[in-house]
């Protein structure tokens, strides 16, 4: 079942996600060539600290860490290393939770480590760009294909490799709440209404679909080793304009 927010879970989430944003923020300012992804997660743990927040990820299924860090080929779920150093030219996406209020915000992001290649560049844009067009989606009267039919249009068009094995999904007290969202059409014909809050989560590849898990059972990194992207927002329906609940406040 999917719940409908009521006005104070969203308050509270609102704020989540505005702490959500000021840990991206953060990381935009300090991602640069020589920083370790562990400085990255002791970083954003601090921010998440200092607004009173709870960072969702640390435990969650044993997660060791407050931020997913995934450089190039990473798709998803990378764990912070002190021996993990970026590099001119990487690309790295940081996935990261707050709980505030007992509400979690999700958000996801790619950043460029000094200057990237073309090819890379492009696949942010593409992979920003399906974020955006599913965002736009996400209005009562359509269904969850309808976001996962703007998603997969755009990875065609810019010929992106879709991961199909994860998605975006629901998010309120916990985490991963239904439904789960592909990142393709798949024929699901949910219809989205007022005050349902999803997690939309487009994860695109230079290359091939296809991805493994590393042998640490976290790290999920692209078959053919070619870069992948990752943006997410945290996102309101209403009556009116979809609302970016993992932007900052005024
Ligand atoms: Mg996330
Ligand atoms: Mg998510």
């Excluded at 999920?220 to 992948?228: G, L, N």
């Amino acid at each position: 079942m999917i719940n409908r927010k009521s006005r104070d879970e969203i308050k509270k989430q609102r704020h989540a996600g505005h702490i959500v944003a000021l840990v991206h923020k953060k990381m935009k300012e300090v991602i640069e060539p020589g920083i370790s992804t562990k400085e990255l997660d002791n970083i954003a743990m601090q921010v998440i600290k200092e607004n009173k927040a709870v960072p969702t990820f640390l435990g969650y299924n044993g997660f060791p860490a407050s931020i997913c860090a995934s450089i190039n080929e990473k798709v998803v779920h990378g764990i912070p290393s002190e021996d993990e150093i970026l590099r001119e030219g990487d690309i790295i996406a940081i996935d990261v939770g707050a709980t505030f209020g007992g509400m979690v915000g999700d958000s996801a992001w790619s950043y460029a480590v000094g200057k990237i290649s073309e090819e890379k560049q492009l696949l942010m844009k593409a992979t920003e760009e399906a974020l955006f067009a599913g965002i736009e989606k996400m209005r009562p009267g359509n269904v969850l294909d309808d976001i996962s039919g703007a998603i997969e249009d755009v990875a065609k068009k810019y010929k992106m490799g879709i991961v199909r094995h994860y998605g975006g999904h629901g998010v309120g007290h916990v985490m991963h709440e239904e439904p789960f969202l592909f990142n393709y059409r798949v024929g699901d014909k949910t219809k989205i209404k007022s005050n349902y809050v999803i997690a939309i989560e487009p994860m695109l590849n230079l290359g091939g679909d296809d991805v493994y898990t590393e042998p640490d059972n976290w790290g999920v990194v692209t078959k053919d080793h070619k870069p992948s992207a990752h943006f997410e927002h945290t996102v309101l329906a209403t009556e009116d304009e979809p609302i970016l609940i993992t932007t900052l406040m005024e």
